[in-house]
């Protein structure tokens, strides 16, 4: 009986763009420029799970395989599991004139090459196989067709011996590899642009894939792959949605108890308003439930959180160390969108993260230097609440006062809850207000109320009947109350 059993390349997260590794049995392509990670991808793939006792073969067309084992032990690879078959040309190749005519010919025995390739395979029956490169045979074949029919001839000759094989290509302008796409049963492309390196499936027979591309490092350790998140996948919530509250009556009273958990929650204002102060209250009354938080910085430094926190009685540094709370700097330009939403992942999958607040979402616009942040911050939001995480981000409006904005990124549709913070001018005094815009799953209050932030926390204060003009930043008295102190 055929084995339908996927095999895993090693990576962990390719294995999960490919729905669980690649049917056996089959021939796949990995292709792409000099540099950008073939050969290291097909050591993963010969070296994952020998425990299982399958034999392995590298079979070398192009480098040597002293310099192809030289570079794969710097990666901790264990070379010396795998069989090695070396055709790559050497001195002897130009003074002899020896060809590639590789199953083309009814005299295969009259080629060493040949035969070597015929009694290697033979003798081990290697269930993995990877090639690198098969792009070599084309500058030894008088023409395309003969290079399309020792290639089909090659890879026909191991699958017979059943093998599944991952072979290599470099293509380019001038060389192109349409032909061997097209023989493949799976295509793997591996690039870099502007944003770094990135990895896409594009072809995988008979089987159903992650579309990318998706970021891609390559390390001390090989390869890592960060799979493009989905919106809507990897759903599980079934939990009711409880109350999440502020602590602080008067806020918890504007949102009709609090914030739902699983929602996203958007808290708008200028610089220096409070916004994050107000997401940490969040996250302090859940520290008191227990619930594990984490906070992204891309703009603050953890250390001047920690201080700044400690100063209006909100103990983040004594919640980090009972391990309620994580704070993760991300500094700029060091992750991709999808480097970074493999982070959340594992906070949420892996350690158990309730909450995720994001400090900023302009700060993360200019980390990663993201084009389409709209895109990539609503599919990560779509996943949070797929898993039933509550979401907090923080959201800068350029405008100290004047005309009302919620967002100047376009995002406030992503919100279930949107909680604004405005500067006020009072009798030429700089004082500071907060709102409930939005909240989708409960009535809310309408009116707006003054705050401030002390040495002892958040102190709100009740509603501000009396002013007309707040949004506009320059409220002013009505009438019948404007003798009012």
């Given at each position: 009986?055929?084995?339908n059993?996927?095999?895993?390349?090693?990576?962990?997260?390719?294995?999960?763009?490919l729905?669980?590794?690649?049917?056996?049995?089959?021939?796949?392509?990995?292709?792409?420029g000099?540099?950008?990670?073939?050969?290291?991808?097909?050591?993963?793939?010969?070296?994952?799970?020998?425990?299982?006792?399958?034999?392995?073969?590298?079979?070398?067309?192009?480098?040597?395989?002293?310099?192809?084992?030289?570079?794969?032990?710097?990666?901790?690879?264990?070379?010396e599991?795998?069989?090695?078959?070396?055709?790559s040309?050497?001195?002897?190749?130009?003074?002899?004139?020896?060809?590639y005519?590789?199953?083309?010919s009814?005299?295969?025995?009259?080629?060493?090459?040949?035969?070597?390739?015929?009694?290697?395979?033979?003798?081990?029956?290697?269930?993995?196989v990877?090639?690198?490169?098969?792009?070599?045979?084309?500058?030894?074949a008088?023409?395309?067709?003969?290079?399309?029919?020792?290639?089909?001839?090659?890879?026909?000759?191991?699958l017979?011996?059943?093998a599944?094989?991952?072979?290599t290509?470099?293509?380019s302008?001038?060389?192109?590899?349409?032909?061997?796409?097209f023989?493949?049963?799976g295509?793997?492309?591996?690039?870099?642009?502007r944003?770094?390196?990135?990895?896409?499936?594009?072809?995988?027979?008979?089987?159903?894939?992650?579309?990318?591309?998706?970021?891609?490092r390559?390390?001390?350790?090989?390869?890592?792959?960060?799979?493009h998140?989905?919106?809507?996948?990897?759903?599980?919530?079934?939990?009711?949605?409880?109350?999440?509250?502020?602590?602080?009556?008067?806020?918890?009273?504007?949102?009709?108890g609090?914030?739902?958990?699983?929602?996203?929650t958007?808290?708008?204002?200028?610089?220096?308003v409070?916004?994050?102060?107000v997401?940490?209250?969040?996250?302090?009354?859940?520290a008191?439930r227990?619930?594990?938080?984490?906070?992204?910085?891309?703009?603050?430094?953890?250390?001047?959180?920690?201080?700044?926190?400690?100063?209006?009685?909100?103990?983040?540094?004594?919640?980090?160390?009972?391990?309620?709370?994580?704070?993760?700097?991300?500094?700029?330009?060091?992750?991709?969108?999808?480097?970074?939403?493999?982070?959340?992942?594992?906070?949420?999958?892996?350690?158990?993260?309730?909450?995720?607040?994001?400090?900023?979402?302009?700060?993360?616009?200019?980390?990663?230097?993201?084009?389409?942040?709209?895109?990539?911050v609503?599919?990560?939001?779509?996943?949070?609440?797929?898993?039933?995480?509550?979401t907090?981000?923080?959201?800068?409006?350029?405008?100290?006062?004047?005309d009302?904005?919620?967002?100047?990124?376009?995002?406030?549709?992503?919100?279930?809850?949107?909680?604004?913070?405005?500067?006020?001018?009072?009798?030429?005094?700089?004082?500071?207000?907060?709102?409930?815009?939005?909240?989708?799953?409960?009535?809310?209050?309408?009116?707006?109320?003054?705050?401030e932030?002390?040495?002892?926390?958040?102190?709100?204060?009740?509603?501000l009947?009396?002013?007309?003009?707040?949004?506009?930043?320059?409220?002013?008295?009505?009438?019948?109350?404007k003798n009012?102190?």
């Amino acid at each position: 009986m055929p084995n339908n059993k996927r095999l895993l390349t090693g990576i962990e997260g390719l294995d999960e763009v490919l729905d669980g590794g690649v049917p056996p049995g089959q021939a796949y392509l990995a292709r792409g420029g000099p540099g950008c990670g073939k050969t290291t991808l097909g050591w993963h793939f010969l070296t994952h799970n020998l425990k299982d006792g399958a034999p392995r073969l590298f079979i070398t067309l192009g480098e040597s395989m002293a310099q192809l084992k030289r570079n794969a032990v710097v990666s901790g690879f264990p070379v010396e599991a795998v069989e090695v078959l070396d055709l790559s040309p050497n001195a002897d190749f130009f003074v002899q004139n020896q060809g590639y005519d590789i199953f083309a010919s009814a005299q295969v025995e009259q080629d060493p090459l040949t035969e070597r390739i015929v009694e290697q395979v033979s003798a081990i029956r290697p269930q993995r196989v990877f090639i690198d490169s098969m792009t070599q045979l084309r500058y030894l074949a008088a023409d395309t067709y003969q290079f399309r029919r020792r290639v089909v001839g090659f890879l026909r000759f191991l699958l017979h011996q059943g093998a599944t094989v991952l072979f290599t290509s470099e293509s380019s302008q001038e060389a192109p590899d349409e032909d061997l796409q097209f023989i493949s049963d799976g295509i793997i492309t591996l690039g870099m642009h502007r944003e770094g390196r990135h990895i896409e499936v594009s072809k995988l027979r008979g089987s159903k894939f992650r579309k990318g591309p998706h970021a891609m490092r390559i390390g001390d350790r090989g390869l890592v792959v960060y799979p493009h998140l989905v919106a809507g996948e990897n759903n599980v919530a079934t939990a009711p949605t409880r109350l999440c509250p502020a602590g602080i009556p008067e806020i918890d009273e504007m949102l009709n108890g609090g914030i739902e958990t699983g929602t996203v929650t958007i808290i708008s204002g200028p610089s220096g308003v409070g916004k994050t102060t107000v997401g940490l209250q969040f996250i302090k009354e859940a520290a008191g439930r227990g619930d594990r938080s984490v906070v992204y910085l891309f703009e603050e430094a953890v250390d001047t959180l920690l201080n700044r926190c400690e100063g209006i009685n909100i103990p983040v540094r004594a919640m980090v160390e009972r391990g309620t709370l994580s704070v993760i700097k991300i500094d700029p330009l060091v992750y991709s969108p999808d480097e970074f939403s493999h982070h959340v992942r594992l906070e949420v999958e892996k350690a158990g993260a309730q909450i995720i607040m994001i400090d900023s979402v302009l700060g993360y616009k200019l980390s990663f230097q993201e084009d389409d942040l709209i895109r990539n911050v609503h599919t990560l939001c779509q996943y949070l609440k797929g898993r039933g995480i509550t979401t907090i981000l923080t959201n800068e409006i350029a405008s100290i006062t004047g005309d009302f904005k919620v967002t100047e990124l376009g995002v406030s549709y992503l919100a279930d809850n949107i909680i604004f913070l405005r500067y006020l001018e009072i009798r030429g005094q700089m004082r500071r207000a907060i709102g409930v815009l939005k909240k989708r799953l409960s009535d809310f209050e309408k009116t707006l109320r003054e705050f401030e932030i002390s040495r002892y926390g958040i102190k709100v204060g009740r509603p501000l009947t009396q002013l007309r003009g707040i949004l506009s930043g320059v409220p002013e008295f009505i009438k019948s109350h404007k003798n009012e102190r």
